[in-house]
């Protein structure tokens, strides 16, 4: 029966009978939507516990001298000796002593070349060579002095006339062409070792007495070059490997009064006898002719 009002819903029975009131809605959700003020302070401090703990003090060591590392101590210096610089000096000293003991007798040997050394007669070179060129000098069979002869144009005389020059020692070295073979063909080819002559050429053997008085010395296989010259042929005893039964080389140093006798090998264009002229010359003296007669 309706007495106008709204149906009021019927209480719930518990289990044992007694009525208990149904939670509202929204009670159901209460626990999870429920905030506790308290609780989430704590858990705010034991975090923020937990970060002071995990982070170092900060310090400011800039403003706090006394925090500052101690600073460290200078290197020591090397103790400076003086054994380098008294070493420097006295090599140098050395040095110029040396120096000067090389000039003085650089110029002493040059005054005793001009004025002391063997007597020779310094004269204009016989070829009219520039004076870089020692000059050389002619003798007969005498020893007298031929100033005609000697030249290109006026080639001295085979077996007649000696060639001559001074050295920067002092002495005297002397050439004297005594003897040529102009077939030796067959007698450079007896020693096996030898090749055969240039196909438009033969061989020329050239007997020389060379001897040398005064100071110092010569080596005639460093200080001598002999050559022979044609009209369309030039050959030279340093260009030819040719074996001979005295090679140049094997005279060695003379001396003061030493003399000694080399063949030297030489090639000549065939045919060409008749304009065939010998030229001598030391290391820095002037070029020399010979020819026969």
């Known amino acids: 029966m309706s007495d106008g009002s709204s149906p009021q819903p019927l209480p719930a029975l518990a289990l044992d009978g007694a009525a208990d ?21 704590a858990h705010a401090d034991t975090a923020q516990s937990d970060t002071v703990q995990a982070e170092p003090a900060r310090v400011d060591t800039w403003s706090d001298p006394s925090l500052l590392p101690p600073p460290s101590a200078p290197p020591e210096r090397a103790r400076s000796s003086a054994l380098p610089i008294v070493a420097i000096v006295l090599s140098s000293l050395a040095l110029a002593v040396s120096s000067l003991v090389l000039a003085l ?28 060129y020692t ?22 005389t085979l077996g007649e006339h000696t060639l001559s020059w001074p050295t920067v020692s002092g002495g005297v ?10 077939e030796a063909d067959a007698a450079v080819a007896a020693d096996p070792s030898n090749s055969p002559p240039d196909p438009s050429a033969g061989y020329v053997l050239a007997t020389v007495d060379v001897a040398y008085t005064g100071p110092g010395g010569t080596v005639p296989i460093e200080d001598l070059y ?9 050959s030279c005893h340093m260009d030819l490997d040719v074996a001979t039964a005295a090679p140049l080389r094997d005279i060695g140093a003379l001396t003061d009064g030493d003399r000694a006798t080399a ?31």
């Open 21 to 41: 009131p149904a939670p509202a809605p929204w009670a159901l959700l209460a626990p999870a939507l429920r905030d506790d003020p308290q609780a989430d302070t």
């Open 173 to 182: 070295v002397e050439v004297t062409v005594t003897e040529v073979d102009w």
């Open 105 to 132: 007798l650089l110029v002493l040997g040059g005054l005793y070349y001009v004025y002391g050394g063997a007597t020779y007669v310094m004269g204009d070179p016989v070829g009219g060579y520039s004076s870089m």
């Open 263 to 293: 063949i030297v090998a030489l090639e000549l264009a065939e045919g060409e006898r008749g304009s065939a002229l010998f030229s001598v010359e030391t290391i820095d003296g002037e070029p020399l002719y010979l020819a026969e007669r």
């Open 135 to 156: 000059p050389g000098r002619v003798t007969d069979a005498s020893g007298a002095v031929v100033t005609d002869v000697g030249t290109y144009d006026r080639p001295a």
């Open 226 to 234: 002999l050559c022979l010259e044609s009209m369309s042929w030039v």
